[in-house]
Nanobody, 129 residues
């Protein structure tokens, strides 16, 4: 059984930084691409950043380019999202999703709902002004 867990969320002032981390058990880490998504109540989930199974192929939403960095640690088997210069509009529940290699195109398009992916329960990020 696959289990995905996000951590690292919290409350931070505008301009500050946070580092989110995501790990999964029950799957072969290097066979999966990973995406970070976020969602606020009443809005559709949106893709923030993705990374390919081999650790390359990073892509970012325009709203976070230059501020967020996604990375994959094959030793620790975590996928991190380093967030800097945070803004109040970054406030959301952040989720990570593990997606099989063959479904890379879904992730690349920041598809909001990937039913065949393995999602975590999310970690809340709140940025105060």
């Amino acid at each position: 059984q696959v289990h995905v867990v996000e951590s690292g969320g919290g409350l931070v002032q505008a301009g500050g930084s946070l580092r989110l981390s995501c790990t999964a058990s029950g799957l072969t880490f290097d066979q999966y691409s990973v995406g970070w998504y976020r969602q606020v109540p009443g809005k559709e989930r949106e893709g923030v950043a993705i990374i390919g199974w081999g650790g390359g192929g990073m892509k970012y939403a325009d709203s976070v380019k230059g501020r967020f960095t996604i990375s994959k640690d094959f030793k620790e088997k975590t996928v991190d999202l380093q967030m800097t210069s945070l803004r109040p509009e970054d406030t959301a529940m952040y989720y990570c999703v593990f997606v099989e290699k063959k479904l890379w195109a879904l992730l690349y398009r920041f598809t909001p709902r990937i039913d065949s992916g393995y999602w975590g329960q999310g970690t809340q990020v709140t940025v105060s002004s």
